[in-house]
């Protein structure tokens, strides 16, 4: 046994050595907290800097319109050069947790909205406030505050959806109701614009032997999208917007609840997902539809510029019917929004760095790469489901109509809802366990965030 | 000397088990192959591969993964040989507790230690670069290198190792001369699963290069270009073709010494 | 440690080989190895254990929390479930591979198989591609309108076909077949190795006796392998209980909660969800249960062997 103990007593001395110099995890990231007192917009003064973005836009048009602004903002200032990362938003999400504690972390980053993520940034102190420079740039003015809330938190992290704002997207997206025009005029259908049209609609394609609805949530958050697309018809936007911005004053046990819910699991029951939709992935299943398969698509404005180019003219895009509540709801939202970290050594030139490629002449750059500008939407010069997209995100927001993605709730809600979405849909969670289950953990997180 | 039912059946299943093996594989090259949008027509899209690996940066990353393995399979296989011919030559105090404490590095999830590492590294200054792809993929390695080389080593007969020692060779001799050359087969076989699973990794590499996008991996590249493209499956699957052929064609190649090394002595018989 | 410091060897102490060997020498052989190591694997992992003793969400400042972890890992039912799963995940990943290979493997010895050099790079070839590039295939295989479902449809099973991986029985399952799909080629190659080394005239003994062939695959195959038996069992427990891409790319855990495993647990709470001393404590528990399985798997090879 001698043999052991000489190996037991190398690794003691290892770990004791670590034990030794080790104090809290975390606590050696710094934060300085050098509040500018007065932001400087001029950004040719600021001298010779590097300014590193990480973004998440890598597809098509996105990419295109972030590679030209970055470009024409590098012209303007010499004295800046723009040093991009860019990866998809789940090589993004898994990577900034750990980078943005470094005291070398990015300038500016794209972070995802929800509380898992902005959230906890802000909650840590990692993130600048931008007021300063909301009030520079005047972002206020063009930006409604239903797109400013998607962005906003208190300054301890605890209220989401309100308080300072900490980054400003580029892009709007909607869960819109995207249909194939040659199949509704095939069976006689309209266009949908109340409940009660949609359902009438849904059981003329189902008899006419087609899927009515498209679906395929193997990835499981596909299910987040279409479970509230239903939920938009029953439950009024201010529930839904406490219930996803995870705040005091909602249930997800209310009856209007339990209607959304119950509603959903008949549709499934009487056929109308696509067959088998748990098995199916999210990819496969919106590319069966630009083939022409199912008649509606709920799903998101990214995909327009995918869709149009396999059924060109055949596609059609509007905003969810009007339900019970009698008012619009979409579920919607922005791109992943800019922000500034704490780190950053350049944050005056970073604003300046947001304030350009958010401008109304970036938006209309945006607009042409094909994406959905945020604001400044001018459906002009538009056609097709372009236009329909540009009216309906125009209409959504006038009305006031965007309620969040309902995993925003609390940092455990993305992978429980998703789970839920999947069991209903299955069968093996009955409506009234599902919200249950939600409601759960729903009070639990708002009783200990006191929000 | 077996029957002829017994031939035909051991034929017939052998033939099923490759089908098995082979169906997944053909799949990928058959989708690689499809017309990329939806609604395209024709078949044998070679060109897939071209774009595939233009817009990929295939070419780059590729590059990466080359200088990676070769650097991680050279030096974990000289330190692997080394280590594992004292372990399965000679005894020492505590060449158990020791032989164990490197067994852990198959054992522990990369999971678990990929964090504490990135701290560990940033700490030294090291991720976005080489050394913080190399060096954890070595010691990484030296778990699997070690734990194989022991078992080679010990299946030598003492004999032969006595009889060189008698004649006076030092250590070193004995294993330079004698040892290694007997155990190609062994070695080679260790060189080519540490060079797969180094090629293979993705996990470290997207964790230990949070800016620098220059020493991309071909797997962490074909992830990126996943993100990229989801209009269609067929250049993804070229992608994931040019990402698995070099270690395939490598594979093929060697498999001839491959299963030498796993028919002579890899394990004590 | 002065006792520990290598020495280089000198000319008049030299022995004839073990178990004479002068001690000290070996360090000087697994030095480096030992060093490397210790600086990239072993710190880092210390570094983890440290990391279980505390709440930290990986962004502000972590907290104490002792063993609260532990405690937690252990009794959490959501937690315990994935370890279930990686339970079961050995049937497919081990057991059955390990079934199969000892029978394919003694039936191409016994056939003395042509070509068995190809059958050999074949069986073997699922290992080497990367598991993120195979995962794709599968997702397609186990489709609604897949490959899978079109060939029950054919043979008249068509009712029996469904979205594999969107059904909560069969998504676990699922995962498994291509855990057999990957081990059986290693299991196969090591054990035709291991019954290589079998003498022939101990099998034409055999037959002369009268033996039939499953008498003769348990009185000499069998024992043949052992060794390699346990190769196999071991490196195939490992990859059963570290599983992660195949289900990260094939279900993302779901349906519901129906084939998330420990590994995925980790990765999910560690990276995803800023539980880093949760999701490393789940990793470090899952460490010491897979070690005990290898030392288990070890000390009955040993113990068969003398």
């Not at chain 1, 750990?98 to 300038?107: G, H, Q, R, S, V």
């Not at chain 3, 505390?54 to 937690?79: F, I, K, P």
């Amino acid at each position: 046994m001698t043999s052991r103990r000489t190996g037991w007593a190398g690794a003691a001395t290892v770990a004791a050595l670590l034990f030794a110099s080790a104090c809290a995890p975390g606590s050696d990231n710094k934060k300085d907290s050098d509040e500018p007192s007065s932001v400087k917009t001029d950004v040719a003064k600021m001298g010779k800097l590097t300014l590193t973005v990480w973004d998440q836009e890598v597809r098509g048009g996105q990419a295109e319109q972030i590679a030209a602004l970055n470009k024409q903002f590098e012209d303007k200032y010499p004295n800046v050069t723009i040093k991009r990362v860019s990866r998809s938003f789940d090589d993004l999400r898994k990577t900034l947790r750990l980078a943005i504690t470094d005291d070398k972390a990015p300038d500016v980053v794209q972070a995802n909205n929800g509380r898992s993520d902005m959230g906890q940034f802000v909650k840590a102190g990692l993130l600048r406030s931008l007021e300063p420079y909301n009030k520079a740039y005047g972002w206020s003015d063009r930006y409604p505050e239903s797109v400013r809330a998607l962005a906003s938190y208190t300054e301890d992290g605890k209220t989401f959806g309100a308080g300072n704002l900490y980054g400003l997207p580029q892009a709007g997206e909607l869960v819109g109701l995207w249909y194939n025009k040659a199949k509704l005029s095939k069976h006689g259908i309209e266009v949908p614009t109340t409940l009660t049209d949609f359902e009438a609609a849904l059981a003329k394609a189902k008899q006419a032997g087609e899927t009515p609805i498209q679906f395929g949530n193997l990835d499981a958050w596909p299910g987040i999208h279409t479970y509230g697309f239903v939920q938009n018809q029953f439950v009024a936007r201010d529930d839904i917007r406490n219930l996803g911005f995870g705040r005091k004053g909602a249930s997800w046990t209310s009856a209007e609840n339990e209607k959304a819910a119950t509603t959903f699991a008949d549709w499934v029951k009487k056929g109308y997902f696509t067959k088998d939709f748990n098995g199916l992935g999210y990819d496969p299943a919106w590319q069966d539809f630009a083939k022409g398969k199912g008649v509606f698509l709920p799903a998101g404005t990214w995909l327009l510029a995918d869709l149009q180019k396999a059924l060109g003219n055949d596609l059609g895009f509007a905003l969810p019917p009007v339900g019970e509540t009698g008012k619009q709801a979409v579920t919607g939202g922005t791109g992943l929004p800019f922000a500034i970290t704490e780190a950053s050594k350049h944050a005056d030139a970073a604003g300046a760095y947001i304030n350009f490629i958010t401008s109304p002449e970036a938006m209309k750059l945006i607009a042409k790469a094909g994406n959905l500008p945020v604001t400044d939407v001018d459906s002009a010069g538009t056609t097709g489901a372009q236009k329909e997209v540009f009216d309906a995100w125009t209409k959504a927001t006038e009305d006031d109509a965007l309620v969040p993605y309902l995993d925003y709730a609390t940092p455990n809600f993305y992978d429980l809802l998703t789970a839920q979405v999947q069991k209903l849909g299955s069968g093996s969670e009955e409506p009234k366990s599902f919200l249950d289950n939600l409601e759960k953990e729903y009070t639990s997180f708002t009783a200990s965030n006191g929000g | 000397m077996t029957s002829r039912l017994e031939r035909i059946t051991t034929y017939a299943l052998l033939i099923a088990a490759s089908a098995f093996a082979l169906y997944p594989m053909g799949l990928i090259l058959f989708s690689a192959l499809q017309p990329d949008s939806v609604g395209g027509t024709g078949a044998f899209h070679f060109d897939n591969f071209e774009t595939a690996w233009r817009v990929g940066h295939f070419g780059r990353y590729m590059a990466n993964s080359i200088l990676v393995a070769v650097v991680v399979v050279v030096v974990s296989a000289t330190l692997s040989s080394l280590a594992g011919y004292a372990f399965g030559t000679m005894k020492f105090r505590g060449s158990s507790a020791l032989f164990y404490l490197l067994l852990l590095g198959l054992m522990v999830p990369s999971e678990a230690i990929v964090i504490p590492l990135y701290y560990d590294l940033r700490g030294l200054g090291l991720t976005d670069t080489y050394a913080a792809l190399i060096l954890p993929q070595i010691a990484q390695s030296l778990a699997f290198g070690v734990f194989w080389m022991r078992q080679y080593f010990r299946s030598v007969p003492p004999e032969i190792v006595e009889a060189a020692r008698m004649d006076g060779a030092g250590h070193g001799r004995v294993l330079w001369s004698i040892l290694l050359p007997m155990g190609r087969p062994a070695i080679i076989t260790m060189v080519l699963l540490v060079l797969m699973w180094t090629w293979n990794e993705f996990l470290l590499p997207l964790v230990m290069l949070p800016t620098n996008e220059g020493l991309r991996t071909a797997p962490l590249g074909l992830s990126f270009f996943k993100g990229q493209y989801t209009e269609g499956t067929s250049l993804l699957a070229a992608g994931a073709v040019l990402v698995a052929l070099p270690i395939v064609v490598f594979y093929i190649f060697a498999q001839r010494h491959f299963i030498r090394g796993m028919l002579e002595g890899s394990v004590k018989g | 440690m002065a006792d520990t410091v290598p020495q280089p060897p000198r000319a008049g102490r030299r022995q004839a080989g073990p178990p004479g060997e002068p001690r000290r020498i070996a360090y000087l052989y697994i030095a480096p190895a030992l060093l490397v190591f210790g600086l990239f694997f072993l710190t880092p992992l210390l570094h983890a254990v440290w990391l279980s003793l505390y709440e930290w969400d990986g962004l502000s400042v972590g907290t104490w929390v002792g063993l609260d972890n532990y405690r937690l890992v252990l009794t959490d039912e959501a937690l315990r479930e994935p370890f279930v799963h990686a339970l079961t995940l050995i049937v497919f990943f081990s057991i059955i591979p390990c079934a199969l290979g000892l029978a394919l493997a003694s039936m191409i010895t016994r056939s003395a198989v042509r070509g068995v050099n190809f059958f050999r790079t074949v069986l073997f070839l699922p290992q080497v591609v990367a598991l993120v590039v195979v995962a794709v295939a599968w997702r397609q295989i186990f489709a609604p309108d897949g490959p899978l479902n079109d060939f029950l449809r054919t043979v008249g099973l068509g009712d029996v076909a469904r979205g594999w991986l969107g059904d909560e029985r069969y998504a676990l399952i699922c995962i498994g077949i291509v855990g057999i799909w990957v081990c059986t080629g290693l299991c196969v190659v090591l054990f035709l190795a291991g019954l290589s080394k079998v003498p022939r005239e101990l099998y034409e003994a055999a037959r002369l006796d009268g033996a039939g062939p499953i008498r003769e695959f348990i009185t000499i195959s069998v024992p043949a392998v052992r060794g390699e038996l346990a190769v196999a069992l071991t490196l195939t427990l490992v990859a059963a209980m570290r599983t992660f891409d195949l289900v990260y790319v094939m279900t993302s855990g779901g349906p519901g909660t129906s084939s998330r495993v420990p590994a995925y647990e980790v990765w999910d709470r560690a990276i995803n969800k800023g539980q880093v001393g949760v999701g490393v404590t789940v990793a470090l528990i899952l460490t010491a249960f897979i070690l005990l399985c290898t030392v288990l798997i070890n000390r009955l090879s040993e113990s068969a062997d003398s």
